[in-house]
Structures are given as structure tokens and as C-alpha cells.
């Protein structure tokens, strides 16, 4: 599923490795549901164009912030707009901001469908990485740990490297006097 | 003084379904007369949490989610999250005033934060 999304949207093929291979990383955990979950939803959203009606409605003069309301203007049930509803705020692309002001947080103009599409995969891909950070540890002596593993394929080695050569360069910058934790990065054959 | 849990909510594919069958249970009425067409039960009974049905998406499982009341919502899901939870949905101020947030607790359970418009 990620990976058909993942071409119709045009990502790179790996990017969608990325995708997945975050998917596989933490299998049968709770991040693991939640990616699935959210993912599921992203497929939902970017679907079904009730999504983007909701958020274009926002911003209409006359807008009324009443799931009634909403639901009559879009011929659409009740349950139908809060189903909507729950995975647009889950996702972080509307807000209710106050009890009478719906808010549009996903950046985008609605004329632009690719950009609307792309932002909802972004969306995605943040709380993904944020649900995967949310997964560190703590350690011994009350120390946070974390730990992860990706597995990729030979050809994106070199832009792993690449990546990992600027990370090695910009945590260098980080160095202090006091040595209390320390990052180690390996690669190594999957096996 | 801890918090309290104030209300629980139904998670459901088929809500009117399992309203109907809530309300035959226990004598339960529903009322949707709100900005959210939420499905509020109401147990007539004076006691216990209030509660509702919300409709499941199809990617979703039914489920009850716990809401606890809290007195500033942002500030415990600041809390819930240096604890090892992580947020599922951010604070909300819904139409009729309220304002709610969902968070999985380090198990994965959802709970829902909750601070009622007349508090």
C-alpha cells in the first residue's frame, strides 16, 4: 500500500524504502500500530475529497464550525464529517482553534492538489518520525538511550554515507567538555 | 486531590447500532442535539460518568476511551508525553467550548484529557 501511494505521489523510490522499511523497523510494537494507523488514514484523507472541502470551507465567509452544518453543505452525514474531522485534526491539519474558529494548518492553497497531497504526506512522514523518537528509552541511571535500525538497499549507501558524513560533522560541532553520552552509528550487512 | 474520569466514550463502526443497543440495555437515552452531532448518553441515573458514541473510521477498531478531567489540557499532555506517552490528537477546543486531547499512554491505550466549558 505505502509503496503504490508512494508512486502515484510521485516520491522517489527511496523515499518509499524509507517509508516501509520504517514500517518493517518497528513491527509489532505500539509505533508500529500507531504508523500503520496513521498511515491508513492517510490513504483515507487523500482519497476522499471531503477532506480538503472541510479545510477550503474554513476559510469561506459564512463559515459556520458546526458538524451539522458542515454535513449539510457537503451532503455528507453526520459521522461521515466527524470521521473527517478526527483524521484531519489527528494529523495536524486542522485545528479548533476557539469554540467558534476552525483553523486550515496545512499550508497549502487549495488550488494546488500535488501540494495538498505532498503536505499530507509530510504530515505523515513528521508524526511518524516524532512516534519513532517518542520510542527512546530510559536507561540506566535515569539516561535516555535510543536506538534504531534501517535497513536499506546498496544502491542508497552512498547518500547513506553522504548523510551520515554531515551528521558526523554537524554533531562535532556539538562536542563539549563534559562526556555523558555518546552516538554510534554502524553499518553492517543485513543477516 | 487526583483527577477525575468524567466521561467515556464508545468507539464504534457502527455507532447508531450500538447506541440502539446501549439504550435497550440500560434504559439509556441518546441525544445529538450538539455542534458535533455527538452521540451523548444520557443515563438519567444521577450517578457515574457521563458518556457518548463516536464513530470508528474504517481504518480505525472500536474501542472505550477514558476522559479525565483536567484543569488546563495542553499542560498534561506536556505531562503525559515526559512520561512516555505521545500524543494521538492535540488540544481541541470544540464548538459547544469544551476542549479535549487523546493521548496513548506507554502501553498504547488511548485516554482522552478533558476539560469541560463549564468548569
Known amino acids: 500500500m505505502i509503496k503504490n501511494l508512494g508512486e502515484r505521489l510521485g516520491l522517489r523510490p527511496e523515499e518509499i524504502e524509507a517509508f516501509i522499511a520504517r514500517e518493517r523497523q518497528a513491527a509489532d510494537t505500539v509505533v508500529s500500530r500507531e504508523i500503520r494507523w ?11 475529497g471531503s477532506h480538503r472541502a472541510i479545510l477550503e470551507m474554513t476559510s469561506m465567509e459564512g463559515f459556520v464550525p458546526d458538524t451539522r452544518w458542515v454535513a449539510r453543505a457537503l451532503d455528507l452525514t453526520v459521522d461521515e464529517v466527524n470521521m473527517a474531522l478526527s483524521r484531519l485534526t489527528r494529523l495536524g491539519l486542522l485545528e479548533m482553534a476557539t469554540a467558534n474558529r476552525w483553523v ?8 494546488n492538489g500535488d501540494g495538498f497531497a505532498q503536505q499530507v504526506i509530510r504530515r505523515l512522514s513528521e508524526q511518524a518520525r516524532r512516534l ?9 541511571g535515569g539516561k535516555t538511550t535510543s536506538a534504531a535500525r534501517i535497513e536499506i538497499g546498496a544502491a542508497q549507501l552512498p547518500a547513506l554515507m553522504e548523510l551520515i558524513d554531515r551528521l558526523r560533522r554537524e554533531a562535532e560541532d556539538l562536542q563539549q567538555c563534559e562526556r555523558e ?3 554510534e552509528i554502524k553499518i553492517a550487512p543485513v543477516g | 486531590m487526583g483527577q477525575p474520569v468524567l466521561r467515556w466514550q464508545i468507539i464504534s463502526k457502527n455507532p447508531d447500532q450500538t447506541a440502539d443497543f446501549y439504550c435497550r440495555l440500560f434504559d439509556w437515552t441518546i441525544n445529538s442535539d450538539n455542534a458535533l452531532g455527538y452521540r451523548m448518553i444520557e443515563t438519567s441515573s444521577g450517578r ?8 470508528c473510521p474504517p481504518e480505525g477498531q472500536a474501542t ?4 479525565v478531567a483536567v484543569d488546563d489540557v495542553a499542560t498534561y499532555v506536556e505531562k503525559a508525553r515526559q512520561l512516555g506517552g505521545s500524543v494521538i490528537i492535540p488540544p481541541q477546543k470544540l464548538p459547544d467550548g469544551d476542549e479535549m486531547a487523546l ?8 485516554v482522552g484529557l478533558f476539560k469541560p466549558a463549564k468548569a
Open chain 1, 181 to 183: 553520552y555518546q552516538l
Open chain 1, 104 to 111: 486550515d494548518r496545512s499550508e497549502v492553497g487549495h488550488s
Open chain 1, 132 to 140: 519513532s523518537a517518542s520510542n527512546d528509552e530510559e536507561g540506566p
Open chain 2, 64 to 67: 472505550v476511551v477514558l476522559y
Open chain 1, 38 to 48: 496513521l498511515t491508513m488514514e492517510t490513504v483515507a484523507l487523500l482519497s476522499d
Open chain 2, 103 to 110: 493521548i496513548y499512554d506507554p502501553e498504547g491505550l488511548a
Open chain 2, 48 to 55: 457515574g460518568a457521563e458518556g457518548g458514541v463516536w464513530p
